[in-house]
Each structure stands twice: as C-alpha cells, then as structure tokens.
C-alpha cells in the first residue's frame, strides 16, 4: 500500500478502540514510538497521544479528558534518568499521566492501563507504589515492544502475529519521509504527523492482518 495513502479519514470508532500513549517524546525514543503505533494498530486498536491537544485552554483538563476517552492506556516509564541539559531533571510527565489514569479508573471509569519499563526491578525504585502491578518488560528494543503488547491485548478479539506486527512497523519506517514532507517538519513528535501515522498504521494493519499480507 503506497504511503500516499496518509491523508484519508479515519473510520469512525468507539471509546473501546482507542488506547491512550503515554510515551517519552525524544529522537532516540523513535523506534520504539513506531513500534507502539505499529503494534496497537495491528490489534485494530486506535493511539492517541497528548500530541493531538491543541494549544489553549488548560493542556492538563486536555489531557485527563483525553485519557477519559480511552478504554485503555499505555504508559511507557523508561525514562527516569536525569537529562544531562542543565538544568538537570527527571521527567516526570510520564508517571504524572499514569496517576491520571489511575485516579479515572479508581473512580469507576472503565479503563484498563498498561506499563511498560525498559529495565527489570527498576520500577520498583522509581515508582514503589506500582509494587504488585504487572509491568511489561520490551529491553528498549522494538521487538520487545510488539512482543510485550501481545501479552497485554491477549484478550483482543484480533490476534495478529509478531510477523504482521513487524510488517506494519516495517511499514511505518518506509512512509516517514513523506509523513515528514507532507507536514513539513522534521519531527514525527506533532500533531500532524502523529495523525498520518496513525491513519496510515490503521489502514496498513487491516491490509496486513485482513489481508494477510505480509
């Protein structure tokens, strides 16, 4: 399927098919980036991501709003080292969005949250208070991710293989390019390009998986 295909519509969905990413947003983090986008479309599933929110307004009602909307969440707590740029600092952007989703399902909210870490055992020092939660372990590669995402969408009425999953990444490697020109940046990590990645994820994966194309 030729990138070209990036600006067609989504087709319409339900609450239930989209998943919330709540990912680090840095060059060295791309692959992985992809790999989320690949993975969670293979499942039929839909990613939003904070990218989407306009400016204006209070970004963080956005954002829990955002959240609310979504059956399920991901949150990738890989990056808790100290940035080297002065002044130097963890991120806390990422465990802050996971308290949200947290406290939206806590309060009733049906929603169903994932995390995933890079390192073993280290959650446990970042974030203490997960202790007894299931944390997906992808090692920082690419693989890890589609293999991790397999075991946390099990219950998916769509079961596609990691092979199909790597095609759709594969896929979504190609068409960055055009996604960069035809939003007229150098940065995958904006509005625009999240939503041609994501449209063109959507329509590679039903190719690919109903398809069974490879």
Excluded: W
């Amino acid at each position: 399927m030729p990138p070209r295909r990036t600006g067609q519509q989504r087709r319409p969905k339900q609450a239930d098919d989209y998943v919330f990413l709540n990912l680090p947003y840095d060059s060295k983090f791309e692959p992985l980036f992809l790999a989320y986008i690949a993975g969670v479309s293979a499942f039929g599933l839909l990613p939003r991501t904070p990218l989407e929110i306009p400016g204006g307004g209070r970004r963080l009602d956005n954002i829990f709003d955002q959240v609310r909307s979504c059956r399920y969440s991901i949150h990738d707590l890989s990056r808790v080292q100290v940035s080297r740029a002065a002044p130097r600092t963890p991120r806390f952007n990422m465990p802050f969005e996971l308290g949200l989703a947290v406290a939206h399902q806590k309060t009733g909210g049906e929603h169903t949250l994932f995390v995933f870490e890079q390192m073993s055992h280290r959650i446990s020092k970042s974030l203490s208070d997960l202790d007894g939660s299931e944390v997906y372990l992808h090692h920082g590669k690419v693989n890890g991710v589609l293999a991790e995402l397999s075991n946390a969408f099990v219950r998916s009425n769509r079961q596609p293989t990691l092979d199909q999953m790597r095609a759709i990444y594969r896929g979504l490697r190609r068409a960055k390019p055009i996604i960069l020109h035809d939003a007229g940046t150098k940065t995958l990590f904006a509005a625009r390009p999240f939503k041609d990645l994501s449209t063109f994820a959507s329509a590679l994966a039903d190719e690919v998986i109903l398809g069974s194309g490879l």
